[in-house]
Nanobody, 114 residues
Framework: QVQLVESGGGLVQPGGSLRLSCAASGSISSRATMGWYCQAPGKQRELVAV???????NYGDSVKGRFSISRDNAKNTVYLQMNSLKPEDTAVYYC????????WGQGTQVTVSS
């Protein structure tokens, strides 16, 4: 059994910051690629950022220069630091782990509004 639990979402004003966390537990491989994806109403789920077990990263075009993904292997936790938030960042953010199979967290709502 693999479980991914997200935290840190909420309501923030434009230009503000949030830090999302995702704690993994269960039989997930330590070599798993971890990532964050977002889904806004009426839209497909989109890549935000991914990070490999070796620390290589990739970002969606809309968040480059604003968001940063990191991981703490000792804590089995992946983070997403979100800066300079825009209203168009409003979405449900999902944590993902991939080790040949794909696992998803429950999602956490991020709302950017005045």
């Amino acid at each position: 059994q693999v479980q991914l639990v997200e935290s840190g979402g909420g309501l923030v004003q434009p230009g503000g910051s949030l830090r999302l966390s995702c704690a993994a537990s269960g039989s997930i491989s330590s070599r798993a690629t971890m990532g964050w994806y977002c889904q806004a109403p009426g839209k497909q789920r989109e890549l935000v950022a991914v990070i490999t077990s070796a620390g290589y990263t990739n970002y969606g075009d809309s968040v480059k220069g604003r968001f940063s993904i990191s991981r703490d292997n000792a804590k089995n936790t992946v983070y997403l630091q979100m800066n300079s938030l825009k209203p168009e960042d409003t979405a449900v953010y999902y944590c993902n782990a991939f080790d040949g199979r794909s696992y998803w967290g429950q999602g956490t709502q991020v709302t950017v509004s005045s």
